[in-house]
């Protein structure tokens, strides 16, 4: 089985209490200076619920085994965090059945967002935490032309990429597709103007619904954006007039969920 090093107090955390990629957890590896803090108590209580081992060692151990990790020979040994001296010795990230998922799970009050061509690791990791704070319910991309998935995207995403289902599949628009029979709505976001482009603040949402995000450099693709019941954009009343993709999927979702709350209460 493959193994990979998660590190870092969030990462480690979310994985312990989320575990969405349903990773096997060989075993925690704790700097040992650190086990009486809070959040290092917290992480080997959590361990210590699924009977999963924890190692203490001295902060120099921690930190080679950081240095002689994959990601740390691919990054050229930067970047590695060993002052939080945390590690998790775990298995590949496992994708989840989208089909299971609609049959079984999803609701009438889902959202879920479908990422169309994101190949950036950081702007993927931001909207991963856009998407853990505001309660999505999974995050769909295609095989091709995405992220992978790997430690450095937990690490970057601070953990939400251990807390949020990825739904992979083979065709977006197919995909889509399959929500709407299944009562989905599909929202595209978009920089373009038009009567038929809906202010993201001032319309009517219906649940359960799936937003898209197109790369920065294009948007979404033809088809995508064809496919979608409702096209949608921020209006801005400034000098510019475009924000980054991770930017704009905080404020997109903020609005829907404050849309539903709103709605829920009346």
């Not at 955390?13 to 200076?33: D, P, V």
């Not at 691919?74 to 998922?101: C, F, M």
């Not at 809906?198 to 693709?221: N, T, W």
């Amino acid at each position: 089985m493959t193994q990979e090093l998660l590190y870092g107090v969030n990462t480690v955390l979310s994985l312990l209490k989320y575990n969405a990629g349903k990773r096997k957890i060989f075993e925690i590896i704790i700097n040992q200076k650190k086990r009486k803090s809070p959040r290092f108590h917290e992480i080997i209580t959590e361990a210590s619920k699924k009977s999963i081992p924890v190692q203490e060692l001295d902060a120099k151990s921690v930190l080679n085994i950081l240095k002689n990790s994959a990601d740390a020979v691919a990054l050229n040994k930067v970047n590695i965090p060993g002052d939080q001296g945390v590690i998790a010795r775990v298995s590949e990230y496992n994708y989840s059945d989208l089909d299971h998922d609609i049959e079984n799970t999803l609701d009438e009050n889902s959202i879920l967002v479908i990422l169309d061509g994101i190949t950036d690791v950081g702007n993927f990791g931001s909207i991963l935490r856009n998407c853990s704070a505001f309660g999505v319910s999974g995050v769909i991309v295609p095989k091709r032309r995405s992220v992978e998935a790997n430690s450095r995207l937990s690490k970057i995403s601070s953990g939400a990429y251990e807390e949020i289902k990825i739904y992979r599949v083979t065709n977006i628009v197919r995909t889509i597709e399959k929500l709407q029979k299944n009562r989905f709505w599909i929202f595209g976001t978009t920089l373009n103007k038009g009567n038929e482009i809906k202010d993201a603040a001032g319309i009517k949402y219906l649940f359960p619904l799936a937003i898209v995000f197109g790369s920065e450099e294009r948007g979404m693709h033809d088809l995508v954006e064809k496919s979608c019941d409702f096209l949608i954009r921020i209006q801005m009343s400034g000098r510019m007039q475009s924000l980054n993709v991770a930017t704009a999927s905080g404020i997109f979702l903020y609005i829907l969920r404050r849309f539903q709350k709103t709605n829920k209460t009346k």
